[in-house]
Structures are given as structure tokens and as C-alpha cells.
């Protein structure tokens, strides 16, 4: 009887070593993963700042910016666009420009020497946040009388040309102000056409034709017919008469044959 209880005991000790043994394994792998859990946390918690500045830089991105335009507006930027030579990468002109003579980015940014380059998308919508906040509010504050769509488009090509500043003190404005006949307010933009007290051609031309519009003697349909820069390639000669305007018949033809 002893003898068949020995072999019993023995298996049962085994036995029990094999389950001590794994108990002590699946302890130490619990801990290990609670360790593990433990340390995961803690890292969390160390990048949590770090996780909170990139959903900030994520909620202050800003896209490209693209401008949608009244139709108003879409002609304004046409007629800019005739006069203005679109160049890609930034231009000094007595000042940093970019696109059609921008001297700031769509986002605000000013035009510098080391600025990057435009497609034409980006240099329109350049223009229009040019127009947006350094011409139409000046017309707004500064235009005392109602102005025809042509008066309008006149003015906001001018301002753009020769900046807020000269307008405010142009007497182009008084005349406007003053409700002067059309081509009068043309006299007036007309005598803006110096650099550095010497006349240019290339001014005289942009003056007619912004005058030409101001009178109504071009529309809205004429300008987005026009081929950007074919103006300059007018005879100045056709253009005036005596140093004076000539908004006669014969010399509108003449001028939409150029340009168109």
C-alpha cells in the first residue's frame, strides 16, 4: 500500500513545482505589461503638449487663398490687367511688386526681393486683395457723389497705378467731388502722367484710356475684348489733339482696332 502511495506523491510534488512555477511566469509578465501600460502613459502625458501645438498649427492653417468676384469687380480687374505686364516672379519698380504690379501677396504679405513666384490665378487673386483693401476703401471714404460702373472702374485703375496718397491729393478727386463733367475729371487724371517730372508715353496712353472709360466712351464689353498691353502699341498722335484728349469717334475705332 505504501509503496503504490509513493509514486502518487511524487507526481502530485511535480505537480505542484509546474503550477508554482508558471503562477511566478504569469506574474512577472502581468507586471511586465502593467509596466509597460504605465510607461505608455507617462510618455502620453509628456507629449501632450507637444500634441496640443500640432492641432494648433492644424486650426491656424491657412489655405491659398481664391477670391470670388462680382462681375463688377471681374471687369475692374480686366481693365488692370490691359494696362498692368504680368511678370512671375517679384519686380522692382520703385517698389517690390509681383503678378500685375501687386505690391502684396493674396494673404497680405508684402512683395520683397526674396518673395516667391505667382501663376497668373495667383497673381489675379493678388490684385483683387490689393484692390480689396488699398482701393476700393479709399473710393469709399474719399468719393463724396454715386460713380457710375465707368467712373468706378476709372477710378479704381488710377488709385492702383498711382497710389492711394496721390489720389487723395490729386485734383482728379476734387473734380469728382465736385460733380465736374466726365471729361473734365479725364483732364484732370490726364495731367498724372510723369515720372520724376519727365513725361512718359506708356502714362499718357493708360490716362487716355482711363479717361476714355471714366466718359463712358468704353464699356465694360470693350475692356474684356482687349489684349493686355496692346494699348502701348497705339500712335500717341491718334490719341490727342494739341495736348488734349480726343475722345472723337474716329479715334475710339481706331483704339479698339488696336487693342481688340
Known amino acids: 500500500m505504501n509503496k503504490n502511495i509513493l509514486p502518487l506523491l511524487v507526481v502530485c510534488f511535480v505537480g505542484y513545482l509546474l503550477y508554482q512555477n508558471n503562477k511566478s511566469s504569469t506574474d512577472e509578465d502581468e507586471s511586465v505589461q502593467y509596466a509597460q501600460a504605465q510607461q505608455t502613459e507617462v510618455s502620453g502625458a509628456k507629449n501632450i503638449p507637444q500634441l496640443r501645438e500640432s492641432a494648433q498649427r492644424l486650426r491656424s492653417y491657412v489655405p491659398p487663398v481664391r477670391y ?4 463688377l469687380e471681374e471687369d475692374i480687374v480686366n481693365a488692370v490687367i490691359c494696362v498692368e505686364g504680368f511678370t512671375s516672379a517679384p519686380k522692382w519698380t520703385g517698389a517690390w511688386s509681383v503678378g500685375y504690379g501687386s505690391s502684396y501677396y493674396a494673404d497680405g504679405t508684402p512683395v520683397t526681393k526674396y518673395g516667391h513666384s505667382v501663376s497668373r490665378q495667383e497673381a489675379r487673386d493678388c ?27 476709372s477710378c479704381c485703375m488710377f488709385i492702383y497705378n498711382v497710389g492711394d496718397g496721390a489720389f487723395l491729393s490729386s485734383s482728379f478727386l476734387k473734380a469728382l467731388n465736385n ?6 475729371c479725364a483732364q484732370k487724371m490726364a495731367l498724372y502722367n510723369k515720372v520724376n517730372g519727365s513725361v512718359w508715353s506708356a502714362l499718357q496712353k493708360r490716362r487716355w484710356l482711363e479717361g476714355a472709360i471714366l466718359c463712358g466712351y468704353i464699356s465694360p464689353s470693350h475692356i474684356r475684348s482687349m489684349r493686355p498691353n496692346h494699348i502701348y502699341g497705339s500712335r500717341l498722335a491718334a490719341l490727342y489733339d494739341d ?5 472723337s469717334l474716329g479715334t475710339i475705332r481706331y483704339f479698339l482696332r488696336r487693342c481688340s
Do not use: M, T, W
Open 179 to 184: 460733380r465736374s463733367s466726365p471729361i473734365i
Open 127 to 153: 490684385l483683387i486683395a490689393h484692390l480689396r483693401k488699398h482701393v476700393y476703401p479709399v473710393i469709399r471714404q474719399n468719393v463724396r457723389r454715386k460713380l457710375s460702373d465707368n467712373e468706378y472702374i
Open 68 to 71: 470670388k468676384s462680382s462681375a
Open 243 to 247: 495736348g488734349r484728349l480726343d475722345y
